[in-house]
């Protein structure tokens, strides 16, 4: 596992962007701490863009909050951010993992997601994602829904390298 | 001393259809081992099996929780093989997390994350009742005739500890 | 053939960012497990990560491995549990002396563990309010995926696993591992 590339944001910014990812690796990991500058009590959505791109996305998601539980479907990939209106300084954990990211076949998506807020609600997910697209992902955004990313929110981008150790067998 | 780790023992990048993928001869000195699976079977309601070192009986055990996109579930069960979480004839991704395989004085715990978007987000927790070291890995999929399909990519790593 | 550190940095290529710092493997039972001296490695490492196996005393229901940062005990620590049984999934939080990880094993039966991989960022960062995230499990009760909160913004400069029940038994296992961001 290898880093490419770590963002910690010194201003307010609307989106972080990983631009002319190597294509040298296998898979890679995204693990984001995040916080938007709007006035939730909660959280709200960090969209996650291939290429920048919306479309041709889709996620199945299973959540809880309090003691609420659920499960959806939709259009975009689910991940989440602490929404500004949470106990301060307070900034989610999750990691993504987007595995064959060069291949020439739509690309499956695992998100493990979390937000946290001692002065009100939070909340996990695990969540399967989908780009359901054939071009490789040369570069990855993460935009907020509401506002903007406070400073301090980070996001590091690891590269992961299949290959074999000459003992190990696979057959 | 911090010492590298997350190391690449092994992988296949099927050119075909596979009914079994097994990766043998696992060294013992790695605590922990994560398997990749990316890819899809052959079948549209179909699951990853696992087995550890050949064994049969009925000593494999797990408790998931998921969604389907309308409704959460959980459950519980045991067999002959491990389920390790869904893996239909859509494009999936799973992770398998398989803590102290080369320990031998526990039974083995392999937590899994298996992701189809066009299906299920589910996580598992899993438990191979063997104190043996496990040297093998099997993978088949769930249903008579069914196998990995082409272009599936499995892979293996090796975290010490 | 190992390939020298050299030859990788001058293809650009680093030598990995994902280390083990240290592990402890129980060799007879323990009240608790810590790991101290960390701001050793606040300037090589961004991230953290956990990777426990874990069995208590105790033979009765499941149990909590507990975390706490810097050896405090007060009650300055939240958790938000989404969790499977085996026969429905539940969310809930709670507030206390503690951050919750997940199950281990006990002695109920013969060699149980129970096992959780638990992810802190930016531990060593003074601007955030530390915050966890496991994903664990024992297959015979249930697993869980936790958000942790330590209502603190100070560095990580000791972590402590605290068995809710009992001691810890022998083979109990923790790693810490350090990762890189540059």
């Known amino acids: ?171 | 001393m911090p010492t590298n780790t997350y190391t690449p023992l092994a992988t296949i990048s099927l050119t075909g259809t596979d009914s079994e993928i097994v990766f043998s001869n696992i060294p013992n000195t790695y605590r922990d081992l994560i398997i990749i699976a990316s890819g899809q079977s052959t079948a549209a309601n179909a699951n990853i099996l696992a087995r550890f070192n050949s064994d049969s009986g009925s000593n494999y055990s797990w408790v998931y929780m998921g969604g389907d996109g309308s409704s959460t579930f959980s459950g519980s069960s045991s067999g002959t093989s491990g389920d390790w979480g869904n893996f239909p004839n859509a494009q999936s991704v799973s992770v398998f997390q398989i803590m102290d395989y080369s320990a031998t004085d526990k039974h083995k715990t392999t937590l899994v994350r298996s992701n189809t978007a066009s299906t299920y987000a589910i996580a598992y927790a899993e438990r191979w009742a063997s104190t043996t070291a496990i040297t093998s890995i099997s993978l088949t999929i769930s249903g008579s005739g069914n196998s990995f399909a082409s272009g599936t990519i499995l892979s293996l790593y090796g975290v010490i500890a | ?182």
């Open chain 3, 1 to 182: 053939m190992l390939i020298p550190l050299g030859i990788l940095a001058a293809s650009g290529v680093s030598a990995g960012s994902f280390d083990l710092l240290e592990s402890q493997v129980l060799t007879g039972t323990a009240s608790s497990v810590t790991f101290s001296s960390l701001s050793t490695y606040a300037s090589t490492y961004q991230h953290l990560q956990l990777r426990i196996v874990t069995r208590m005393g105790g033979t009765g229901g499941a149990k909590s491995n507990l975390l706490r940062f810097n050896g405090i005990s007060t009650s300055s620590y939240k958790s938000q549990f989404l969790l499977g049984n085996g026969s429905a999934v539940s969310s809930f939080s709670g507030s206390g002396t503690n951050i919750f990880l997940g199950i281990g094993g006990n002695l109920a039966t013969s060699n149980r563990f129970g096992a959780a991989v638990i992810d802190i960022l930016d531990p060593f960062e003074t601007t955030k309010i530390k915050v966890t995230r496991s994903l664990g499990g024992e297959a015979a009760s249930e697993l869980t995926l936790i958000s942790g909160l330590w209502n603190s913004t100070a560095a990580v400069s000791s972590i402590t696993l605290i068995p809710e029940t009992a001691d810890y038994q022998i083979g109990s296992r923790f790693s810490l591992y350090g990762i890189k961001a540059a």
């Open chain 1, 1 to 171: 596992m290898q880093i490419i590339e770590h963002q910690e944001l010194s201003a307010a910014q609307a989106s972080i962007t990983f631009s002319s990812i190597p294509q040298t690796f296998t898979d890679l990991l995204i693990v984001t701490s995040l916080r938007d500058s709007g006035s939730t009590n909660g959280w709200t959505n960090a969209y996650i863009r291939p290429n920048g791109l919306s479309t041709n996305l889709s996620t199945r998601v299973l959540y809880g909050f309090s003691s609420t539980v659920g499960s959806f479907s939709d259009t975009f990939i689910y991940h989440e951010t602490v929404g500004g209106g949470s106990s301060a300084n307070t900034f989610s954990n999750s990691s993504i993992y987007i595995a064959n990211y060069t291949a020439s076949a739509a690309k499956s998506i695992s998100v493990d997601t979390s937000t946290a807020n001692n002065g009100g609600n939070a909340i996990n997910a695990i969540v399967a994602g989908l780009w359901n697209s054939t071009a490789a992902i040369t570069s990855l955004s993460l935009v907020a829904e509401v506002g903007n990313f406070v400073q301090y929110s980070s996001a590091t981008l690891y590269g992961i390298t299949k290959g074999s150790d000459g003992t190990t067998v696979v057959s």
